[in-house]
């Protein structure tokens, strides 16, 4: 592992090392802790470089906050990155990145800066901390910039920061896709944070409070909407439920509990699809930021596992059983392949492709024979099975950029959820936050031997056993290594082993944990 404090430095190892290769940045103000190193492993999994930075950054403190104080531990911060297998860590001074000039002076400050929507940044902890938010979009620009990753990892711990992030990016088009990680908890239920370590052990305890009260006001939310079809439970019950569980403790004074939009940040009466319920605290002179994702779509249900392992099927069955809709993630790329082949868009035309793929909307009909596909006021249901569209298909789907649409498509009908869809990274990538994580496989000879029988029925040529275990392995390969869309299991997927198993009993299991989650 490297150890860059310098601009020319990384500039460097970067020109050197990259060649092709993703890359991944954590950024980080250090002092790190499980929290952070979930991001790291993220990043692990997706990148084939993980740079890490750790920078106190000055332009996001004001001057009675924490700057001098908080902790710097670098030596203890390097050995933890070396573990988790980080290839660098950038660790520049303030004089690196931001030159001599003053960062707080009467002159003001003299160097550009990135302002981000005031209505985003002047909410929540922008009300007590005015010039935090642009003091944090000055520096991650300038690190995405620096180190011009392909993903940039971001803990919905710090939500608003997120949102804010994520719509700089957007905004300044900025090439990089941010990846939020979910919220990591000591045991007691209180987030892990730098900041934890101004509190003793006996507040430590205490602050797990916080939590409590979140996840009590979570269970309002869900009775209230439950209890009532088509009722949703007004912001005031739900701060409500947070209130009056942290008045019991008297040494923590609330600053702030909200409902707002997890992606503009504008307050909700009601949470249509989703709420953030945000809160920051303070515990003596330290202060404290937690939140919550309130959901009120119908579940997710998300089925990855390698090729062969009967995902299709099943996933049809289900949704069939649990009355949801079947996210048909082939047939949108069928009706991409056919839109470019309609248009007749040489193949091998990616920036072409891009155009006419990034103005084109897909969308599955449910009706009564069946669910139509339509791209662009266009039926294209039979179109889509033609030969020509199934021998295009594979070659389009492997384009970045199809893939890109396709997934911000998935997660537009993802927002509404009520829906069961298969893939390869549907859990880890497409839908993370899916209430149900099937990892649906079965043993190379149980896959081989069912290929074998079908091939055999459909009589479609002669093919060894031993031939079909090879091709799998090297299939299973491919797809657990490739560069878009790999292969992976999410930490907290079932898995399912389906040798032995019909395809009935298969879907039955699936159905029954569905329910086991309380969903009916
Ligand atoms: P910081 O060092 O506090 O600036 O945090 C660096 C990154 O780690 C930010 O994206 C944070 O949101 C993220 N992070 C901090 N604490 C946690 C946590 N408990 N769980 C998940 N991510 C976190």
Redesign the pocket.
């Known amino acids: 592992m490297r150890l860059f404090t310098t601009i020319a430095g990384l500039r460097c190892y970067l020109e050197r090392h990259r060649s092709g290769k993703d890359v991944g940045l954590?950024?980080?103000?250090?002092?790190?802790?499980?929290?952070?190193l979930?991001?790291i492993e993220r990043a692990r999994q997706e990148n084939a470089i993980v740079i890490v930075s750790i920078f106190v950054n000055p332009l996001q403190f004001a001057p009675t906050e924490d700057f001098q104080r908080y902790p710097r531990q670098l030596e203890e911060d390097r050995k933890l990155c070396e573990e988790v297998g980080v290839d660098a860590i950038f660790a520049p001074t303030a004089i690196e990145l931001y030159g001599k000039s003053p960062l707080n002076s009467d002159s003001g400050i003299q160097f550009t800066q990135v302002v981000p929507p005031g209505a985003m940044t002047s909410v929540l902890c922008g009300a007590s901390r005015p010039g935090h938010f642009q003091g944090v979009a000055t520096i991650v620009t300038k690190l995405l910039n620096l180190v011009q990753p392909e993903r940039a990892?971001?803990?919905?711990?710090?939500a608003q920061?997120?949102a804010i992030i994520r719509r700089l990016v957007d905004d300044l088009n900025l090439p990089v896709t941010i990846v939020p990680?979910?919220?990591?908890?000591l045991e007691s239920g209180l987030?892990?944070?730098?900041?934890n370590k101004y509190l003793t052990e006996v507040q430590k305890d205490r602050a797990s409070i916080i939590y409590s009260a979140l996840k009590e006001a979570q269970k309002v939310f869900q009775a209230g909407n439950r209890d009532a079809v088509g009722w949703r439970c007004h912001s005031t019950v739900i701060i409500e439920a947070v209130k009056s569980k942290l008045i019991k403790a008297s040494d923590i004074e609330v600053e702030y509990i909200e409902l707002v939009h997890p992606t503009t940040l504008a307050p909700l009466e009601q949470v249509e699809q989703d709420g953030l319920l945000a809160i920051a605290v303070r515990f003596g002179t330290t202060r404290l930021i937690d939140n919550m994702v309130l959901q009120n779509r119908q579940p997710i249900v998300a089925i990855d596992g390698p090729a062969g392992a009967g995902k299709s099927t099943v996933t049809r069955r289900v949704a069939q059983e649990l009355g949801l809709i079947y996210l048909d993630t082939g047939a949108m790329y069928r009706a991409l392949t056919w839109r470019v082949m309609s248009a007749n868009i040489d193949i091998d035309d990616e920036p072409a492709i891009a155009e006419i793929v990034s103005q084109s909307e897909i969308s599955l009909v449910e009706s009564n024979d069946g669910v139509q596909v339509w791209i662009d006021e266009e039926e294209v249901t039979k179109e889509i099975r033609s030969l020509e569209v199934t021998a295009n298909v594979s070659a389009i789907a492997a384009l970045a950029t199809v893939r890109r649409e396709l997934v911000k498509q998935q997660q537009r009908w993802g927002a509404k959820g009520g829906i069961v869809a298969e893939g390869r990274d549907i859990g880890t990538f497409v839908f993370p936050d899916a209430e149900l994580k099937i990892f649906l496989t079965a043993s190379v000879e149980e896959r081989a031997r069912r290929r074998w029988q079908d091939i055999k029925e459909q009589k479609q040529g002669d093919m060894s056993l031993e031939q079909l275990e090879k091709d799998i392995q090297q299939r299973d390969l491919r797809d657990s290594t490739r560069a878009i869309a790999p292969l992976r299991k999410a930490g907290d997927a079932i898995e399912i082993k389906t040798d032995g198993m019909s395809i009935s009993e298969v879907t039955e299991r699936i159905v029954n944990l569905y329910h086991q989650k309380g969903f009916s």
């Not at 990892?153 to 710090?158: I, L, N």
């Open positions: 954590v950024p980080t103000m250090g002092a790190l802790h499980p929290g952070h979930s991001l990892y971001f803990g919905q711990k710090d920061q997120l990680c979910p919220i990591v908890r987030a892990w944070s730098s900041r």
